[in-house]
């Protein structure tokens, strides 16, 4: 297993902490970068340290902004600052944008809605577990209906638990379905775990947070999210 060493990095006028992980073996510049962007939940970078780990491990590096949705904008400022974090660490390297549930929303919609970060589009998408028919934290439009007018070219590659009960695998299927029909390339999969199993975790009520869990379902959701995103960043 390739070793992997994390850098909490401050981000945003307000210093906001992003923990960026990467390989710890040689040189890490240069390497393709994956901007993560949690869920719901304010400041939860550390839900996605099990997935951002898996990944870096592969190749990559992989910078996880905490960002609060319950704030005034809905995030939305700090989403724009990591994102501009992320655009110079990766310094001509492939730029990935990523999120879980939330996160997933705020992905796809930058990606649809590139006006609203000033023009600048990842070089690629991967959203697990999330719903796109409402209004994104990062745009503040809503993905589906962004989806028409915006040009192709950026290719999305979608997760989605099939048993998953927070989020309806059906909100997927359907971003999927419109992706191909307007000319985007786009891949679906859906592994048999829930919302919190496709990053590799359990929701625990006792900790009010998703935490590691050794749980078969959820450590192959881990590994084939983990595949994706390097997928992704490797792919020209």
């Known amino acids: 297993m390739t070793e992997v060493r994390t850098t909490v990095l401050p981000y945003g006028p307000d210093a906001r902490p992003a923990d960026l992980h990467r390989p710890g073996a040689g040189a890490a510049d240069g390497l393709p970068v994956v901007l993560l962007w949690h ?24 910078l996880v902004p905490d960002w609060r949705p319950d704030a005034p904008d809905v995030g939305r400022a700090q989403l724009l600052a990591s994102a501009a974090l992320a655009r110079e660490l990766a310094a001509g390297a492939r730029l990935v944008l990523a999120g879980w549930s ?17 023009g600048w589009r990842p070089d690629a998408v991967v959203a697990f577990a999330g719903s796109y028919a409402t209004p994104a934290p990062s745009t503040g439009t809503t993905p589906l209906d962004d989806l028409p007018a915006a ?12 048993a998953d009960t927070v989020v309806d695998p059906a909100r997927t299927r359907e971003l999927h379905a419109a992706l191909l029909a307007h000319g985007h390339p786009a891949t679906l999969a859906e ?30 959701a881990l590994h084939l999210t983990a595949e994706t995103l390097t997928t992704a960043a490797l792919t020209p």
Not at 49 to 61: D, H, N, Q, T
Not at 197 to 216: D, E, F, H, K
């Open 39 to 62: 869920g719901r939940g304010p400041d939860e970078r550390d839900v996605l340290a099990p997935l951002a780990r898996a990944a870096a491990a592969r190749g990559l590096r992989v």
């Open 102 to 118: 939330l996160g997933a929303k705020a992905a796809v919609g930058a990606a649809l809605n590139p006006a609203a970060f000033a």
């Open 151 to 162: 040009a192709p070219g950026v290719p999305f590659h979608l997760l989605h638990g099939t």
């Open 191 to 220: 592994p048999p775990t829930d919302h919190a199993g496709v990053i590799g975790t359990a929701y625990s009520p006792t900790a009010a947070r998703c935490l590691p869990t050794p749980a078969p379902p959820a450590r192959a």
